[in-house]
Protein backbone atom coordinates (compact mmCIF):
# COMPACT_ATOMS: atom_id res chain seq x y z
CA UNK A 1 0.00 0.00 0.00
CA UNK A 2 1.53 3.79 -0.80
CA UNK A 3 1.66 5.41 2.17
CA UNK A 4 0.98 8.60 0.46
CA UNK A 5 -0.47 10.12 -2.91
CA UNK A 6 0.20 13.23 -5.07
CA UNK A 7 -2.68 14.09 -7.51
CA UNK A 8 -3.13 17.52 -9.47
CA UNK A 9 -0.43 17.61 -11.82
CA UNK A 10 -0.08 18.46 -15.60
CA UNK A 11 0.59 20.51 -18.08
CA UNK A 12 0.02 24.47 -18.05
CA UNK A 13 0.78 27.31 -19.65
CA UNK A 14 3.58 29.80 -17.75
CA UNK A 15 1.59 32.42 -15.60
CA UNK A 16 -0.83 29.47 -14.70
CA UNK A 17 -1.71 27.78 -11.53
CA UNK A 18 -2.38 24.01 -10.44
CA UNK A 19 -3.39 22.67 -6.94
CA UNK A 20 -1.46 19.55 -5.94
CA UNK A 21 -3.14 17.05 -3.50
CA UNK A 22 -1.32 14.37 -1.56
CA UNK A 23 -3.35 11.82 0.81
CA UNK A 24 -2.57 9.74 3.10
CA UNK A 25 -3.89 5.97 2.76
CA UNK A 26 -3.54 5.72 6.54
CA UNK A 27 -3.34 7.67 10.27
CA UNK A 28 -0.33 6.00 10.22
CA UNK A 29 1.26 8.13 7.60
CA UNK A 30 -0.34 11.54 8.46
CA UNK A 31 2.64 13.07 9.99
CA UNK A 32 3.30 15.45 12.61
CA UNK A 33 5.15 17.26 9.58
CA UNK A 34 3.91 17.06 6.13
CA UNK A 35 6.64 18.27 3.47
CA UNK A 36 6.42 19.14 -0.13
CA UNK A 37 9.98 18.38 -2.10
CA UNK A 38 10.20 19.46 -6.11
CA UNK A 39 12.91 17.70 -8.14
CA UNK A 40 13.79 18.51 -11.71
CA UNK A 41 16.22 16.23 -13.95
CA UNK A 42 20.15 15.98 -13.17
CA UNK A 43 19.15 17.95 -9.70
CA UNK A 44 18.64 17.05 -5.93
CA UNK A 45 15.48 16.85 -4.21
CA UNK A 46 14.44 20.34 -2.94
CA UNK A 47 12.31 20.99 -0.34
CA UNK A 48 9.82 23.92 -1.10
CA UNK A 49 7.11 23.65 1.52
CA UNK A 50 6.21 22.30 4.77
CA UNK A 51 3.36 22.49 7.32
CA UNK A 52 2.84 21.40 10.73
CA UNK A 53 -0.20 19.71 10.70
CA UNK A 54 -1.79 19.96 14.22
CA UNK A 55 -0.96 23.58 14.96
CA UNK A 56 -1.61 24.29 11.10
CA UNK A 57 1.22 26.29 11.30
CA UNK A 58 3.00 26.57 7.49
CA UNK A 59 6.06 27.01 5.38
CA UNK A 60 7.11 28.10 2.17
CA UNK A 61 10.44 28.29 0.99
CA UNK A 62 12.75 30.10 -1.53
CA UNK A 63 11.88 30.49 -4.67
CA UNK A 64 8.19 29.87 -4.43
CA UNK A 65 7.58 31.68 -1.67
CA UNK A 66 5.08 34.45 -2.42
CA UNK A 67 3.26 32.35 -5.33
CA UNK A 68 2.72 29.00 -3.88
CA UNK A 69 0.81 28.14 -0.39
CA UNK A 70 0.15 25.25 1.89
CA UNK A 71 -2.75 24.11 3.46
CA UNK A 72 -4.23 20.82 4.87
CA UNK A 73 -7.25 18.77 6.02
CA UNK A 74 -6.89 16.54 8.96
CA UNK A 75 -9.90 15.25 8.63
CA UNK A 76 -9.54 13.89 5.16
CA UNK A 77 -5.79 13.03 5.72
CA UNK A 78 -4.69 15.45 3.35
CA UNK A 79 -2.26 18.45 2.10
CA UNK A 80 -2.37 20.78 -0.67
CA UNK A 81 0.19 23.08 -2.62
CA UNK A 82 -1.50 25.75 -4.35
CA UNK A 83 0.82 26.65 -7.15
CA UNK A 84 0.29 30.01 -8.60
CA UNK A 85 2.19 32.00 -11.42
CA UNK A 86 3.98 29.12 -12.77
CA UNK A 87 7.29 29.51 -14.60
CA UNK A 88 8.83 27.03 -16.78
CA UNK A 89 11.53 26.38 -14.08
CA UNK A 90 8.56 25.04 -11.75
CA UNK A 91 8.40 21.85 -14.20
CA UNK A 92 9.55 19.27 -12.15
CA UNK A 93 7.97 16.40 -9.83
CA UNK A 94 6.18 17.15 -7.07
CA UNK A 95 6.64 14.47 -3.79
CA UNK A 96 5.06 15.04 -0.54
CA UNK A 97 6.49 13.15 2.65
CA UNK A 98 5.76 12.53 6.39
CA UNK A 99 7.72 12.75 9.10
CA UNK A 100 7.61 13.80 13.18
CA UNK A 101 9.11 17.09 12.56
CA UNK A 102 9.73 19.61 9.39
CA UNK A 103 13.25 18.50 8.30
CA UNK A 104 14.59 20.01 5.66
CA UNK A 105 16.70 16.45 4.50
CA UNK A 106 14.76 14.48 2.48
CA UNK A 107 16.77 11.62 4.12
CA UNK A 108 14.96 12.42 7.11
CA UNK A 109 11.41 11.88 5.88
CA UNK A 110 9.68 8.64 7.07
CA UNK A 111 7.32 8.10 4.26
CA UNK A 112 6.84 9.39 0.87
CA UNK A 113 4.39 9.30 -2.36
CA UNK A 114 5.13 8.05 -5.90
CA UNK A 115 5.12 11.78 -6.94
CA UNK A 116 2.78 13.63 -9.95
CA UNK A 117 4.52 15.81 -12.74
CA UNK A 118 4.10 19.33 -13.47
CA UNK A 119 5.35 20.90 -16.57
CA UNK A 120 4.76 24.95 -17.24
CA UNK A 121 5.55 25.97 -21.12
CA UNK A 122 6.65 29.15 -21.79
Known amino acids: QTPLVESGGGSVEGGGSLRLSCVAS????????MTWYRQSPGSERQKIAS????????RVLWPVEGRFSISRDNAKKTMYLQMNSLRPEDSAIYYC???????????????WGPGTEVSVSP
Open 97 to 111: ASAGSCYDSPHLQEF
Open 26 to 33: ESAYWGVC
Open 51 to 58: IYTKQNLP
